[in-house]
């Protein structure tokens, strides 16, 4: 039996990323897991801010970096199933209103756009979601409480309205999301 394959896009946030990067190892490491991390040049930029990259790269074999919206080529090989699953975590709230509003110009939100024209969902996780402030980190480890403006709110709320989109509304609901996909297969 081949490898659960996934796609997750990394965008320009910081929340959760080093949580993000924990779940992918904990699912290579206990499931018949292959992920494969596409960045948006926002994405590598705040994973190499919060000195997650070399934690990337040693977790996942393979790490792909913008170099424009549709290069390295990876929607055409989610839009026609070549992965099993796509999840896009962290979401920044600038990718989450491109979604919304259809502009597909990083490789994150183009193929997002891409994969669900071929009728397959997107599984997203964004970070500004909730009305509450938001507690993160900085870089050096120390938290950073942040404000969820209302026009994020609104563009989450439209993005759970979207044909082909799932929104997970906690981080710990994407394991569970992921080993339901798998024992599907």
């Not at 705040?46 to 970096?65: I, P």
């Not at 990083?106 to 964004?126: E, M, R, S, Y």
């Not at 409480?145 to 709110?153: G, N, P, T, V």
């Not at 609104?154 to 024992?183: C, P, T, W, Y």
């Amino acid at each position: 039996m081949s490898p659960f394959r996934i796609m997750w896009g990394i965008t320009g946030t910081g929340y959760l990323i080093k949580e993000s990067i924990d779940l992918m190892k904990d699912l290579i490491e206990s499931h018949d897991v292959e992920i494969t991390v596409m960045l948006s040049k926002e994405g590598e930029v705040v994973v190499k801010w919060y000195k997650q990259w070399d934690y990337l790269n040693e977790v996942v074999e393979k790490v792909r970096t913008e170099k424009t919206p549709n290069n390295p080529f990876l929607a055409g090989p989610l839009q026609i199933g070549k992965y099993d699953m796509f999840i896009v975590c962290p979401v920044s709230a600038n990718s989450v209103a491109k979604i919304v509003y259809g502009i597909a110009d990083t490789l994150v939100t183009n193929c997002v756009a891409q994969t669900i024209k071929g009728g397959i969902d997107v599984h997203l996780l964004p970070s500004d979601q909730h009305l509450e402030p938001i507690v993160t980190s900085k870089p050096d480890g120390s938290p950073l409480i942040l404000k969820i403006r209302d026009i994020e709110i609104e563009n989450v709320d439209r993005l759970k309205k979207m044909e082909g989109i799932h929104v997970f509304a906690e981080f710990s609901e994407i394991k569970n999301a992921v080993l339901k996909e798998i024992n599907k297969k």
